[in-house]
């Protein structure tokens, strides 16, 4: 889908985010990742421009944005910083769209003009023991009364030091696998939670990944999120959304790294020439334009097929896998096209290299993704 299919509100929020993203989050992109610092100031303008609650209709506060504008202006964020992109779409893909798409009435008017606001949320599905397999995870929720006493550990919990709202999975039924797992909304400042080892990571230093430790936790059966016994269905419809965000930052990333490597190979000069007058240059930057452009064509597809309301698992999975597994690539070619200057962190790529592998392991490996794709062709063959 070329630029010019665009809509005129899609094209605008195009041109408003690069804008923002170029002179607000590109210069500062570097030292986020070099201090590890979460990105606050960055942050609370996004939320006043709208863009922490990109989904979210209008009469709770939100934008009321279809899913197309939302990896156009993902794209061009996580082009600028990635660590930036993944704050804003753990934000949106994983902790406000759960509540949109599962919430009661009375759920979403508590917490969802507060996530559009200043209250970041995240997503707690994943364990020490439970990342890829979903359905092993270990918390417990025991129901007293009209509350359940939460108990366990979550892992790998982007936006988990800073969250102040968290979607929950936890075991209300133990002899079950899937089909015993509950979603819960939870007031991160509740008593009985804490929060357990924060990571250090090879990419996107400027966010928090964390643990977060519920012991005796009370959590008002209000707060279930669908029904109980439901979280697996709330989950796994959550993260096939949620990957067409992840496919949009990757393409992002792969942006990014192309714009540096070209701009790089018509200044650095070998043999007397550019270096963009070798052949061999040229075949690397043409491969990374014609990969990052059928990334970037899947994930509109994914988008446009979700905002039309039809099945978009596989293809979500699709441009998910491509996209993220592009990224890497590109960003080695990138390296390469920069020779010893891009080993250094003296140029942006080498950031890039290491902001790009986790979008081939977070919301679902690559494995998982090829699976769920073979998974959905068998059945289409049938």
Same mark, same amino acid.
Request: glycine share 8%; proline share 2%.
């Given at each position: 889908?070329?630029?010019?299919? *665009? ?13 923002? &993203? !170029? ?5 500062? &992109? ?37 899913? *197309? ?35 009661? !009435? ?12 200043? &209250? ?10 439970? %990342? ?6 270990? &918390? ?11 108990? %366990? ?19 209300t039924d133990k002899t079950k696998r899937s089909s015993g797992i509950t979603a819960f909304i939870v007031d991160l400042d509740a008593p009985g939670i804490s929060l ?9 230093? %400027? ?34 959304? %949620? @990957? ?23 200044? @650095? ?23 990052? !452009? ?5 994930t509109y597809k994914a988008a446009l097929m979700k905002d039309r309301g039809e099945k978009y698992a596989k293809h979500s999975s699709m441009a998910k896998l491509y ?11 990138g390296i390469q096209v920069h020779g010893g200057n891009g080993y250094t962190t003296d140029y942006p790529v080498e950031r890039h290299f290491r902001d790009a592998k ?11 993704? @090829? ?12």
């Amino acid at each position: 889908m070329l630029a010019s299919s *665009l809509t005129q509100e899609q094209r605008l929020i195009k041109n408003l985010v690069s804008e923002f &993203a !170029e002179k607000e989050i590109k210069p500062v &992109a570097s030292e986020i990742d070099k201090t590890s610092a979460f990105p606050w100031e960055i942050v609370e303008k996004l939320f006043d421009l709208g863009f922490m609650g990109h989904f979210i209709e209008e009469r709770y506060g939100g934008s009321g944005l279809d899913c *197309l504008s939302y990896v156009i202006a993902l794209e061009e964020i996580s082009r600028a910083c990635a660590s930036t992109g993944t704050i804003v779409m753990a934000h949106n893909s994983l902790a406000c769209a759960p509540i949109i798409d599962f919430g009661t !009435e009375e759920q979403k008017e508590k917490y969802l003009p507060r996530m559009c606001r200043d &209250a970041i949320g995240c997503f707690a599905l994943s364990e020490p023991e439970s %990342g890829s397999d979903a359905a092993g995870i270990k &918390a417990s929720a025991v129901k007293k009364g009209g509350v359940y006493i939460l108990d %366990g550990t979550k892992s790998w919990i982007t936006n988990g030091c800073e969250a102040k709202v968290a979607v929950v999975f936890a075991k209300t039924d133990k002899t079950k696998r899937s089909s015993g797992i509950t979603a819960f909304i939870v007031d991160l400042d509740a008593p009985g939670i804490s929060l357990g080892k924060s990571e250090s990571k090879l990419g996107i230093k %400027g966010t928090s990944t964390s643990q977060i430790v519920f012991e005796d936790c009370e959590v008002s059966a209000s707060r279930v999120l669908g029904e109980e016994g439901e979280g697996f269905k709330v989950a796994m419809k959550t993260l096939d959304a %949620g @990957r067409i965000g992840v496919a949009a930052q990757a393409v992002g990333i792969a942006q990014a790294v192309l714009d540096s490597s070209t701009r790089y190979s018509q200044e @650095r000069k070998a043999f007397g020439k550019k270096i963009s007058d070798f052949q061999g240059i040229q075949f690397m930057l043409a491969d990374m334009a014609t990969r990052i !452009e059928a990334s970037r064509l899947l994930t509109y597809k994914a988008a446009l097929m979700k905002d039309r309301g039809e099945k978009y698992a596989k293809h979500s999975s699709m441009a998910k896998l491509y996209a993220s597994e592009t990224a890497m690539w590109v960003a080695t070619k990138g390296i390469q096209v920069h020779g010893g200057n891009g080993y250094t962190t003296d140029y942006p790529v080498e950031r890039h290299f290491r902001d790009a592998k986790i979008t081939e392991i977070y919301e679902g490996t690559s494995e998982i993704q @090829r699976i769920i794709i073979a998974r959905q062709v068998l059945s289409e063959s049938l």
